[in-house]
């Protein structure tokens, strides 16, 4: 009898994750979640030596800058870029090492093998976002007039799980665009460094055709509201509820992965010799 | 009805015609598809196992048709041209992990997969990562994913490309003894010789279109009057080259690298004689044998000339 597309999908991560984790990318990609890091340790090393200036805030500053960095650096640049990184990479690895014909000829639906590499996806960046998180936090928070870490806690795992969300999202969105397109990687990266930054700063509907705009609301913290920056960040700032993003995203999530299925079941891929 | 019906059967990769209206039915038991390189093997290959939709007309395998069919690979094994694997993983690890994709549970695959190792001789480095395997091993461990779930009929696409002699002789050994266990096989090469050791069914395919269906023999007469090019990696190419030119059938022969290529009249013979002096080690390691399809491209021209 065939095996349900779960539990293909289930094989089909057994078998990618390793190769996802130990590849190339990875360490590429590991480098670049590694940068927030090596930021939290230069500032730690700076408030040490007596190098950084402490803001007089109603806030304390560590908590401030932790906050800055979730928004600017993991959100706005980190997450989609693993999205496309990853995502777009699903069926174009398989293709351009041409493996994919060992699970085309297998008794099982082509859609699990795209469901069970996001899976190993979705651990995979996993595995290397939220630890990054996780050490900033520890680092950063106490910055400045060192705020209460157990207080912020809750915080940081409103964090980890919008960042999961984050991933959750591009993932789909790329997986599809790597199962439909023959240059995904070029198309994921427009998509997510030029057309979301792009919609978000426009006026109207636009910004709804984002992963972004969805992913804002659930951001916990407040940004600075007065200066240049203040000024800037505020741009970006025009959020839906908390239950129009949740469901956004997991519309997102749905069609992303159904696209992606039907496309990978109805499409010829046809290796080079 | 045969293991595999076409009728009609044309695949186009945008203006380039890769299979142009192929109908036939191949028989159970062993068939060779023989052709020069780039005359419509793989494609048909890759249309029998469903990875290519037919742009026009239609196929079926063992009854039913393939695009689209995916309950029927329980029933087909495909071994590849490509050398593609994942690399580090072992022998052993990959062969089990693609045999739960049928379905089967864990102990169950790995017993499986052990079988299909040891059906292919390589019990002793089913441990090993598949990176570290030469060229023989690695296209032996894509034959036991074929074989790992017991198909009924198994596509094997240029099995024997790269191999040793021994070990080629050694894989054509196997091939003939699936086949008499009741398998049917598909097995495409571009070297008659090779088809002619396991088969005497064969299809003849040049520019997408089947020239010939049945006997080899009268085809391996044609193909004799050919000189026929054999590329020879191995370890002491000098002394290689002294021996063969003792030999009555060499016509002519040159030094490429670490690779010494020949020229022969009588290639069967040649085979023989090139599979005993690897065996008996006496002129050092004869690490692979390959044959370009000049000569049988040559045979080709003619059977198509009008």
Not at chain 1, 107 to 127: D, H
């Amino acid at each position: 009898m065939q095996p349900s597309l779960w539990s293909s999908a289930v094989r089909i991560f057994d078998l990618s994750l390793g190769q996802m984790l130990w590849s190339r990318r990875s360490v590429f990609l590991g480098l670049v979640v590694g940068g927030p890091v090596v930021l939290a340790v230069a500032l730690r090393l700076a408030e040490a030596s007596g190098l950084l200036f402490t803001l007089d805030r109603p806030r304390p500053a560590g908590a401030m800058l932790y906050g800055m960095m979730i928004w600017l650096i993991y959100v706005r640049f980190i997450v989609p870029v693993l999205g496309v990184f990853y995502g777009t990479s699903l069926i174009a690895d398989e293709i351009e090492d041409r493996t994919l014909t060992y699970l085309f000829t297998r008794p099982i639906q082509r859609a699990a093998v795209i469901v069970g590499k996001y899976l190993a996806y979705l651990v995979c960046t996993g595995l290397l976002l939220l630890p990054s998180v996780v050490i900033v936090f520890f680092l950063v928070v106490p910055l400045g007039r060192g705020a209460a870490i157990a207080g912020l806690f809750p915080a940081l795992l409103t964090d980890l799980g919008m960042l999961g969300l984050g991933l959750a999202a591009y993932g789909a969105v790329f997986a599809f665009v790597g199962a439909r397109l023959k240059r995904p990687l070029l198309v994921g990266l427009l998509f997510a460094l030029g057309w979301e930054p792009a919609a978000l700063l426009a006026p109207g509907y636009l910004k709804r055709l984002t992963v972004a705009y969805y992913l804002q609301a659930l951001i916990a913290h407040e940004m600075p509201q007065d200066g240049l920056r203040g000024a800037f960040l505020q741009a970006f700032r025009e959020v839906p509820s908390l239950g129009t993003s949740l469901v956004g995203l997991a519309v997102i999530v749905g069609v992303g992965l159904w696209l992606a299925g039907r496309t990978v079941e109805r499409r010829e891929y046809v290796l080079e010799q | 009805m045969g293991i595999v019906d076409a009728h009609h059967l044309s695949k186009w990769y945008g203006q380039v015609i890769g299979l142009n209206d192929v109908t036939l039915s191949v028989p159970p038991g062993i068939t060779g598809l023989l052709g020069p390189n780039g005359a419509g093997k793989s494609t048909f290959m890759k249309l029998m196992t469903g990875q290519l939709k037919p742009s026009q007309g239609a196929i079926t395998v063992l009854g039913e048709p393939i695009w689209g069919n995916p309950a029927l690979y329980f029933r087909i094994g495909f071994c590849p041209e490509q050398d593609a694997f994942y690399e580090r993983m072992t022998g052993l690890e990959w062969v089990t992990a693609l045999v739960r994709l049928n379905g089967v549970d864990e102990a169950e695959a790995d017993r499986l997969a052990r079988g299909a190792l040891d059906l292919v001789e390589l019990t002793a480095v089913g441990d090993k990562k598949i990176g570290a395997y030469s060229k023989g091993m690695r296209q032996r461990v894509k034959m036991a994913q074929a074989l790992v779930h017991d198909p009924e009929l198994v596509v094997l696409d240029e099995p024997l490309s790269g191999m040793d002699p021994l070990v080629r002789r050694k894989t054509i050994r196997m091939i003939k003894e699936w086949g008499r266990q009741g398998k049917s096989i598909i097995v495409s090469s571009h070297i008659l010789h090779e088809i002619e050791a396991m088969t005497a069914n064969i299809l003849l395919i040049s520019q997408g279109r089947i020239l010939a269906e049945g006997d080899v023999h009268q085809i391996r007469e044609l193909i004799d009057e050919h000189p026929h090019t054999v590329h020879i990696r191995a370890e002491r190419t000098r002394a290689l080259a002294r021996e063969f030119l003792a030999y009555d059938d060499v016509l002519s022969l040159k030094f490429e690298d670490d690779a010494v290529v020949v020229e022969t009249g009588r290639p069967d013979v040649f085979y023989a004689r090139l599979t005993e002096l690897a065996a008996s080690g006496e002129l050092g390691v004869i690490h692979e044998v390959t044959s370009p399809d000049d000569n049988l491209q040559a045979v080709f021209r003619y059977l198509v000339k009008p």
